[in-house]
């Protein structure tokens, strides 16, 4: 008799329990943008949402001749070289400022 009302007590307040973490997540996950909220109701498997960019271009334009040889015409053969990379497409580049934004980098 102890063992069932043991058992029935535990399985009770672990229930209630999982109620109130259900009620108190459902009020902290509401959504107040409306493009967030209209992301999340599309009926396509997966929407990745990124921040806008800005497009314009710079001036950089590398050839390569060969696996391990890189020409950059226009620029001074003796300057320091870093090549960099974003899986996310999250680089930020500004003439005069630290590249940022990348996952890896390669000195050449």
Known sequence: MKQNYVKA???LCAQVAGALLLASGAGAAAVTDPALAQACDVPA??????????TVAMPA???WLSQSLVRWPGAPAQGRYV???SARGALVVQAGQPVTGADDTLAL
């Open 61 to 63: 334009h590398a050839v």
């Open 83 to 85: 090549l960099v990379s």
């Open 45 to 54: 498997f997966a929407t990745t949402l990124a921040p806008v960019v800005d």
């Open 9 to 11: 007590t535990t399985l």
